[in-house]
């Protein structure tokens, strides 16, 4: 698709786009929706990518929306992320919130479906993060935490 030229057209599905480029539980759903507002030329389109690449957590989406906004023309700076392990304030807190809620005997499996049933915004943000090495640092979490 080409990008639209008309500086104020807005795509004709943009509030559900926006909607999208901000839910926090989806990484992938606003990965989709950085991709197709990055074929409109608005000023409303720049402001959602500019927040998006400057906002997420997840690096694919934050990269996304640096890649959209170059080809729109936009000057923009891809902000560097030093360490992934603290994408979410006081992860470390929640995860032994949830661990304590199991019985003491639990799987790491058992915990891994309660993160992502109490928490979808963590375990989203983290598995868009890590990847392939999401079960890996999970499991290494969850080995590691504390429950006293």
Excluded at 26 to 41: H, P
Excluded at 88 to 95: C, E, G, P
Excluded at 110 to 134: H, I, N
Aim: zero cysteines; charged letters at 35%.
């Amino acid at each position: 698709m080409e990008i639209q030229e008309l500086k104020n057209e807005l795509p004709p599905n943009y509030e559900q786009l926006k909607s999208s480029a901000n839910r926090a539980s989806n990484w992938r759903e606003r990965l989709a929706a950085v991709e197709e507002l990055g074929q409109w030329k608005n000023q409303k389109v720049i402001d959602v990518l500019t927040h998006r690449m400057n906002a997420d957590a997840v690096s694919q989406v934050r990269e996304a929306a640096f890649r959209k906004l170059k080809e729109l023309g936009e000057e923009a700076q891809l902000p560097v992320r030093e360490n992934n392990d603290f994408l979410i304030k006081d992860v470390t807190k929640i995860l032994i919130r949830i661990k304590k809620s199991l019985p003491k005997d639990h799987t790491y499996e058992a915990f891994k479906e309660k993160l992502q049933k109490m928490r979808l915004d963590v375990y989203d943000t983290y598995e868009g993060e890590k990847g392939a090495d999401f079960d890996q640092w999970l499991e290494n979490k969850w080995a590691s935490l504390s429950t006293r």
